[in-house]
């Protein structure tokens, strides 16, 4: 009997936002498959290279979209796809709308194409269930100088960028052509989760969650 398809729940928001947290909390409570954007793949960590280092050659704004989407198109053919026609649910840490919020509303690309980009690459596979983790930049921005890691090279953006980008993100939440969930990501991690927990419940409907 062919296995009930899986479903794709994606992670988003601004670096510092918590998302990598609760990725990894939601997928272990689902018992789902647990990946990320860039670098899930052997290729993807070599594109992640070159997308995100800082001591590297500089990167254009069309580049950076193409290398994305090459990561992406490997990430779905090798990870993503398998695992929903096998029936799992995946939760990625960044998908498509990371794309749009980044490279689109933060770098100035225009949308239908990179709409266009993202499409090819993904096959049409789109996310069930897309959570935005929404927080300020300036507390974002904190979080990240207090891990005491060196910044790549999208988190070195100044504060602008940053803000076009957690903008963008949520101008892509409020068109909701596809169910996405928008969560104060200042309260706890409890909350947080508890949160993105009810709402998948809801994707999951009767039968329940995996």
């Known amino acids: 009997m062919t296995p009930t398809r899986g479903r794709l729940i994606a992670l988003e928001g601004i670096d510092g936002c918590g998302k990598s947290t609760q990725a990894r909390l939601l997928a272990g409570r689902l018992g789902a498959l647990a990946t990320f954007e860039p670098g899930a793949t052997p290729l993807g960590s070599a594109l992640r290279g070159l997308v995100l280092g800082r001591d ?26 398998p695992a929903l026609d096998a029936g799992r649910w995946v939760v990625t840490d960044r998908y498509a709308a990371s794309t749009l919020a980044y490279q689109g509303f933060g770098r100035g690309l225009a949308r239908r194409e990179l709409e266009e980009l993202i499409g090819w690459a993904t096959g049409g596979i789109r996310p069930d269930l897309t959570v935005l ?7 974002a921005a904190a979080r990240r100088r207090g ?21 963008g993100y ?27 927990w009810d709402a998948v419940e809801v994707l999951a409907g009767p039968g329940g969650t995996p």
């Not at 198109?73 to 990870?79: G, L």
């Not at 983790?133 to 300036?138: E, S």
């Not at 891990?147 to 980008?165: I, L, N, P, Y």
């Open 56 to 81: 590297g050659a500089p990167v254009s704004p069309r580049t950076e979209a193409l290398l994305m989407a090459a990561d992406r198109a490997q990430h779905v053919a090798e990870v993503i796809l």
């Open 133 to 139: 983790f929404d927080l300020p930049v300036a507390v």
């Open 147 to 167: 891990t005491g890691d060196r910044e790549d090279r999208m988190e070195a953006e100044g504060s602008a960028f940053q803000q076009r980008v957690a903008d």
């Open 170 to 196: 949520l101008a892509l939440a409020t068109e909701r052509t596809d169910p996405w969930l928008v969560v104060d990501a200042t309260e706890s991690v409890e909350a947080i989760a508890d949160a993105v």
